[in-house]
């Protein structure tokens, strides 16, 4: 995951805040599917929000959706 960054052109450099989670992946179904998914939607795509709704009615056979049971959590920065 990557949090802020900040381009800086003129040092040929990024600031960035980034962090890694490791863990177990299991597959999510139902409800649990749904709510990441419209948060997608919201975050991305708000503006579209209906039509956002009906396009994953229409894929959700083809989506998944991932969860992470987190074991460890790093992270860096550059500011």
């Known amino acids: 995951m990557v949090g802020e960054t900040e381009i800086q052109p003129d040092t040929f450099a990024t600031k960035y805040e980034s962090g890694i989670v490791q863990g177990t992946a ?3 179904v ?4 749904q709510m990441p998914l419209e ?6 795509s708000h503006q579209f929000e209906r ?3 009906e396009y994953i009615k229409k894929v959700q056979g083809k989506t998944k959706v991932m969860k992470i049971m987190q074991e460890t ?3 860096k920065a550059k500011r």
């Open 73 to 75: 959590v790093t992270g």
């Open 39 to 44: 948060g997608l939607i919201k975050k991305y």
């Open 51 to 53: 039509e956002g709704l």
């Open 30 to 33: 139902g409800e649990e599917k």
């Open 26 to 28: 299991i597959e999510v």
